[in-house]
């Protein structure tokens, strides 16, 4: 059955992965992005070049902090029909609208809580409006902060972030229970794991790191190199987040390989694709930053029936191919702070 869904942050990286999944599955797809400068805009619209050569594909340039510009896509999307009861435009509203960026929530916080809070709050409050059956929030592993169980399960401490990004992503799944509890909204919280691959932010480290590396530029790593993440393939997170859309209640989901690699191991292993050897600087270690990220995803398995399927080695050839197909216009990007 074809149905409708609002993906905010559809020229994300994992916005514009999750439209497409959607796309590519005959429903309908109402995107909303604001292109904003968090990271270069170009890259961007790039992706959202490729959504609106699709069929079944609606864009807004729209704020979701802005509450009467978004709900002017409501209505717009209302005026033609409703689609999960009696008033409902949408199916689900998928919200993968955020300021993403752990250094970057540090220098400009505000901007972070407008998005990932008010902008939240906007969302919610016109689920709640419109009848929509199903909230899905895009969450992070930043806020299990330095909790020293691993790997992280969803019923860990998340009450000590140790970032403002980390907080704001932690104010938002407390306002989507309440929404949950209130007016029962069905609410799927996925708490994603350091996400790359093709065209990805250029802020991440794989990105950063296949850049620099094939330039034969320095590559910074802040500390000594040793901290581990949870590398997680952009489509295997697609997959999760389309797999979520079912009932579920109210649920917290991890989305993560559970393979946590070291940085420099990952530094080896793009420098043993390229053929290069990796120029290594070392800078001081950040105190927003842990020492492992690590998810435990049992329970992604046994709700959703998901786990991944891209190792790692395979996800950073298919990054390296689309750097290399796409390199002459890539290198004129803003890499932005890391």
Known sequence: MTMRYLVTGCAGFIGAHVS?????????VTGVDDLNDGYDPRLKQWRLDQLQSLPGFRFHRSDIADPKAIEEVFAADAG???IAGPRSPYAAVINLAARAGIRASAEDPRSY????????????????????P????????????????VPYREDADTNHPLSPYAATKKAAETLAYSYHHLYGIDVAVLRYFTVYGPAGRPDMS???????????????VFGDGTQRRDFTYVDDVAAGTVAALRPSGYEIINLGDSHPVALLELIEEISRQLGKAAQIERRAANPMEVATTWAD??????????SPQIALDEGIRRSIAWYGENRRWVLSLKMGAR
């Open 297 to 306: 995803i049992d329970k992604a398995r046994r709700l959703l029936g998901w």
């Open 206 to 220: 794989v990105f950063y790191f296949i850049r620099r590396i094939a330039e034969g530029e320095p590559v910074v």
């Open 80 to 82: 033609v029909g409703a």
């Open 134 to 149: 199903k909230f899905l929030l895009a969450s992070s592993s930043s806020v299990y902060g330095a909790a020293e169980q």
């Open 113 to 132: 809580y407008r998005t990932n809070v008010d902008g939240v709050l906007a969302l919610l409050e016109l689920c709640r409006t419109y009848g929509v």
């Open 20 to 28: 497409r999944r959607l796309l590519h599955d005959g429903h309908l």
